[in-house]
């Protein structure tokens, strides 16, 4: 009795179970026609145990591209995470040194599993689920020149089923075997570029990139979210499973691809209310953010949120709950009420904004983020600093208003010097005495002043007829005012001279 109950106490071992899922089983490892040794001596392929129990191999099939293959006719068992060796010949002083696990040979040399390193497949198949499949052709991305190497899965897809399908993910061995190339029962090394992120997405192969050529697939992609649900060869994340980031594995309703940001735990999803337990229950990206003054927003920044929601900029309870982003902006009273980052004193979107006797209590608050100027009219996009004032030459007219916000309404119509004419009717020098002091002795119909270098009369002509005058002086004799360069009569005398008392006076 004593023995019967020691029995019972004494765990058993768990029996090994055949693979069920694609995945289970990875093949890692191949030798396709070698040169060195024998082709139908020195053929092997490998197999990886990519699960957390013992694997029965019993009745699995191995077939290539073109040949049915073989199928495990005795108990061929596997331990969790370890290498399994099939090849042709078990004969390690003819086939190379290696050391096979299940012989598929039929001892004539000639095998009934051969394959061909210039394109081919092994195929692993367990009643009616292929486990894992590789393919390869020359034509397609795969370097298969180097006979005397084996062609191995690098470190980054070696546990990936879908991810050992890709060309670049596969190297030639350069670890010496024998005279071969190859890590046959053990890890392989790593391809070239293990370290190097040939897509731009941030991992490299080392960082668990199981596709450095595809920007989308990397360990921070959502599984599911660019293929549709159940498409082969979508395992955008790495993790091994397909497509598992469109499965409610939680049944809280949200699948990762639906922003279920942990889709273990039913107690966090995009469906719940935040609470302050130090979790993310809404997935918005965002821990503990509470809606302190219940106006329904957060002071999650928007540029970390995942909800789309808007931020507030002020979630004190009470007095916050009329700022949040759904809030009506008041103009000029200094307060950013939609939390957009800035009070509206740009309401006509022109550029400019108000001036300062337009803000509450007539405080600068318009003044802000480097503005160009201040609008002088801000409920008017054509009245702003930059805006036109009205060009008479155009056959524009007077529209009463200060459009350039310069101070003066219409200037460009009014006859600002007192001269008698407007530059509407043509005077091409028309400011007020304070900015411009000839001003007033600018117009149609002055008389023109030699040697002022002054549009005088506005006819397009500086000192024009003038060079007439000089001429007629050097013909009638020079004397004193020749030389003096006045011309040789007592007008040229008289204009010369005031001229010159002009521009000493100017």
């Known amino acids: 009795m004593f023995s019967a109950l020691l029995l019972l106490l004494v765990p058993t071992a768990a029996a090994a179970s055949p693979p069920a899922l694609p995945g289970d089983l990875i093949i890692t490892e191949f030798m ?51 290498y399994l060796v099939f090849g042709i010949d078990g004969n390690t002083s003819r086939n190379g040194g290696v050391t096979v696990d299940y012989v598929y040979g039929d001892g004539t040399g000639l095998g009934i599993f051969a394959l061909d390193h210039r394109g081919d497949a092994i195929r692993l198949v367990y009643g009616t689920t292929t486990i894992d499949a590789v393919e390869w052709d020359s034509s397609s991305g795969w370097n298969l020149e180097v006979e005397d190497s084996s062609y191995q899965v690098s470190a980054n897809a070696l546990t990936l089923e879908w991810a050992n399908d890709l060309a670049h993910n596969w190297c030639d061995s350069d670890i010496p075997f024998g005279g071969l190339y190859a890590t046959p029962g053990s890890a392989n090394s790593n391809c070239d570029g293990f370290g190097r992120d040939d897509d731009g997405d941030g991992f490299t192969p080392a960082m668990g990139d199981c596709d450095d050529q595809d920007a989308y697939v990397n360990p921070d992609a959502v599984d599911g979210a660019r293929d549709p649900f159940g498409e082969p060869n979508d395992d955008a994340d790495c993790d091994g499973v397909r497509d598992d980031g469109a499965i409610d594995d939680d049944l809280d309703g949200y699948a990762e691809v639906d922003g ?53 900029c002020d979630d004190t309870p009470g007095t916050g709950a009329a700022i949040n982003p759904d809030a009506a902006e008041v103009p000029y009273d200094t307060f950013d009420q939609d ?168």
Not at 40 to 46: D, I, L, N, R, T
Not at 61 to 70: A, L, Y
Not at 412 to 421: C, E, Y
């Open 32 to 82: 396709a026609e070698p040169d060195t040794v024998a082709n139908y001596w020195g053929e092997w392929f490998e197999v990886y145990n990519n699960t957390d129990r013992e694997l029965e191999l019993l009745n699995l099939e191995v077939r290539t591209e073109d040949e049915p293959g073989f199928v495990v006719s005795t108990s061929l068992v596997v331990p969790a995470g370890e």
């Open 339 to 506: 939390c957009d980052g800035e009070d509206a004193c740009d309401l006509d979107n022109d550029g400019f904004y108000a001036s300062p006797d337009q803000c509450v209590d007539g405080l600068a608050c318009c003044e802000q983020n480097g503005a160009p100027g201040l609008d002088c009219e801000d409920t008017n996009a054509s009245v702003n600093p930059d805006a036109s004032e009205g060009d008479p030459a155009a056959g524009d007219v007077p529209d009463q208003a200060d459009n350039d916000c310069n101070g003066v309404v219409d200037d460009p119509f009014l006859d600002l010097d007192g001269d008698g004419v407007t530059v509407l009717e043509g005077d091409c020098r028309d400011a007020s005495p304070t900015e411009d002091a000839l001003a007033a002795e600018v117009f149609p119909g002055a008389p023109e002043l030699c040697g002022d270098r002054i549009d005088n009369d506005c006819d397009g002509l500086i000192d024009d007829r003038c060079e007439e005058t000089l001429d007629y002086a050097r013909i009638g004799g020079g004397g004193l005012c020749s030389s003096l360069g006045f011309g040789g009569s007592l007008l040229g005398v008289f204009t010369g001279l005031l001229a010159a008392l002009r521009r000493r006076n100017a």
């Open 260 to 312: 279920d940001c942990d889709d273990t735990d039913p107690d966090l999803s995009p469906g719940l209310a935040e609470v302050d337990d130090g979790l993310d229950n809404d997935c918005n990206a965002c821990v503990d953010d509470l809606d302190d003054d219940l106006d329904g927003f957060t002071e999650c920044p928007a540029d970390v949120r995942t909800d789309g929601e808007g931020f507030d």
